[in-house]
């Protein structure tokens, strides 16, 4: 029979892992969509872009623009 402190220690260790795990699963997913908006914006500058290539938001801002001062 599993003693008492099992009643804690299991879930904290679940906790810890899911934590650990949004932390690598949000930096990995930043990264690679940093990585398409880098693949994508090399072919900004040829003359067959779409009409919203444009407007591709900046994964590191989330805010309006309205603020020259940044």
């Given amino acids: 029979m599993p003693t008492a402190a099992h009643f804690?220690?299991?879930p904290g260790v679940l906790m810890?892992?899911?934590v650990i795990g949004w932390i690598l699963g949000s930096r990995a997913a930043a990264d690679a969509y940093a990585a398409e908006l880098r693949k994508r914006g090399g072919n900004l500058k040829?003359?067959?872009t779409s009409v919203g290539a444009s407007q591709i938001p900046n994964p590191k801002f989330q805010g309006d623009d309205s603020n020259p001062d940044r």
């Fill in 8 to 10: 804690f220690y299991i």
């Fill in 16 to 18: 810890l892992g899911v």
């Fill in 46 to 48: 040829t003359p067959s």
